[in-house]
């Protein structure tokens, strides 16, 4: 039976949750085994580059001691956006496969299509695989978050 690699990165994604960040998980396989995962750390480093899919990049970049992810796929709850597309473009990814569109910031498919525009290096290959819950994580976040009296304390969104 094949693993369901999106789970593996919604459980990242509820870490994020948990932390107050926007819900998103990544992990990443290679050789049908997972060798690392991220979820968002923007607000808790209040780094901009604090994206799920930077983190897991850089962790597997680590672990197998190499830039290159050619044997890569990246399992991811939202489409990336134009910056995590250029770090998939840069490291030679092989795949990404994301459970839940993003209309206003995906450069995957919604916005554009950045990883199969043929003026690249690198082409990365492009599977949605439909996730209800991790869309429900979303929408349950930003309801949250529309909720939430505006004061000094309230993380903007």
């Not at 990246?74 to 840069?90: D, F, S």
């Not at 990814?93 to 995957?108: I, M, N, Q």
């Not at 994580?137 to 000094?152: I, M, V």
Request: charged letters at 25%; hydrophobic letters at 35%; proline letters at 3%.
């Amino acid at each position: 039976m094949k693993k369901d690699y999106m789970l593996e990165a919604l459980k990242e994604a509820k870490k994020s949750y948990d932390l107050d960040e926007v819900p998103v998980g990544a992990v990443i396989v290679y050789q049908d085994r997972i060798i690392a995962r991220a979820h968002n750390l923007k607000e808790t480093k209040q780094d901009a580059t604090g994206h799920a899919e930077l983190l897991v990049i850089q962790k597997a970049c680590k672990k197998l001691q190499n830039w290159h992810l050619d044997d890569c796929t990246m399992y991811v709850t939202l489409e990336p956006c134009l910056m995590c597309a250029g770090a998939m473009i840069q490291s030679r990814l092989k795949k990404v496969v994301y459970a839940t569109s993003s209309p206003k910031f995906g450069y995957v498919e919604s916005v554009d299509q950045v990883l199969s525009n043929s003026k690249n290096n690198h082409i990365v290959l492009v599977q949605k695989q439909e996730n209800l819950e991790c869309q429900k994580l979303l929408q349950s976040f930003f309801q949250k978050k529309r909720k939430a009296p505006l004061n000094s304390n309230t993380k903007s969104v």
